[in-house]
């Protein structure tokens, strides 16, 4: 988690509350001892911070730790109702979209997930259709989108559905229903659940490469933990390599040249691969392909995703409610 660099008590208190909060995430029903173990805070430090979360309604009192003979501890774990997190992204073209949602709890918790038909294909459609979800679940306060395209500082400057195009839509949306609003990249979102669903423990480089129908093809990377994103907001857009204009290449042809380049820029230990086309009997063609470019060594391990969608709705909600935490103490 991109944590703001500290420079007043303030900030380093701030931070406290950030770590207190993820290792209530992390280890679910937890005392001051052991948040103190995770995080290398203080017993009194992360006291404090249990106690202004409990007062807050974040964090809630749950059980009592066994007692070896003094006074038995208390269990404190994140409060799940504290807010909820509506993940919606579109998918598709401007032939045919579709709308796939779900709404988890400020712990992660799935409660309710579906898809629905994106027509018309309009801004008011999608507009209208994220406020039915927004007023069915009243307790959402985050409000995170997913696209296929290039999205920076809220503007969508490219898409595969065109009536993105050039839409600040985090200010439209923040302004219609008064919510936290995250807008990225599809293939950022599904990168980061895939991470965090499969190689959570890894600090090397990981990275997700999707096929889908339309000519394109979209890769998210996450580094020592962190989404990729670029100066420009640009890293991962694959399909703009040079020598994938003019040529006339097999799926495995191509997908073995992804490879390869992302081999020798961010050398990544796994690549996660999808897509419609795709099937996991084609990894190993796909793995000799990329060895006619590079050292067999260096070849990442593949895995086949079969779907995409939970692992894009995983990272939306995740990143969404970790930036909406970060907003809720530093602002900005």
Not at 32 to 40: L, Q, R
Not at 137 to 166: E, H, R
Request: charge should be negative; aromatic fraction near 8%.
């Amino acid at each position: 988690m991109n944590i703001p660099v500290t420079r007043t008590t303030r900030e380093i208190k701030k931070n406290n509350v950030v770590q207190v909060i993820e290792a209530l995430k992390s280890q679910g029903a937890v005392t001051k001892s052991e948040v103190a173990a995770e995080t290398g805070l203080s017993v009194a430090t992360c006291g404090t911070v249990l106690n202004e979360l409990c007062q807050s309604g974040e964090a809630l009192i749950v059980a009592q730790a066994a007692s070896s003979g003094g006074r038995p501890a208390q269990r404190y774990a994140c409060n799940p109702d504290f807010y909820s997190v509506l993940s919606l992204y579109a998918e598709g073209s401007d032939a045919s979209a579709t709308l796939v949602w779900s709404v988890t709890s400020a712990t992660g918790e799935m409660l309710v997930q579906g898809e629905q038909d994106f027509m018309p294909l309009t801004l008011e459609n999608f507009y209208q259709q994220a406020e039915s979800l927004i007023k069915a679940w009243p307790g959402i306060k985050v409000l995170g989108v997913g696209l296929p395209g290039v999205v920076t500082d809220g503007v969508v400057l490219s898409c595969d559905i065109s009536l993105f195009v050039n839409v600040p839509v985090v200010q439209a949306l923040q302004q219609r229903f008064g919510l936290y609003v995250q807008v990225d990249n599809d293939m950022n979102y599904t990168a980061w659940g895939f991470y965090r669903s499969s190689c959570a423990d890894t600090s090397a480089p990981v990275a997700y490469i999707l096929k889908p129908d339309v000519p394109c093809t979209g890769c998210g990377i996450v580094i020592n933990g962190q989404v990729l994103q670029g100066a420009s907001f640009f890293a991962g857009e694959v399909s703009c390599l040079p020598w994938q204009n003019g040529e006339n290449l097999s799926l495995t042809d191509e997908l073995g040249k992804i490879l390869a380049s992302l081999a020798a820029m961010i050398n990544p230990v796994t690549v996660a691969l999808a897509g419609p086309r795709l099937r996991e009997e084609m990894l190993p063609l796909i793995r000799q392909r990329c060895a006619d470019h590079i050292p067999e060594r260096h070849i990442p391990h593949l895995v086949f995703r079969h779907a995409v969608r939970p692992d894009y709705l995983q990272g939306i909600a995740e990143l969404s409610s970790q930036r909406y935490m970060l907003h809720r103490l530093f602002g900005g």
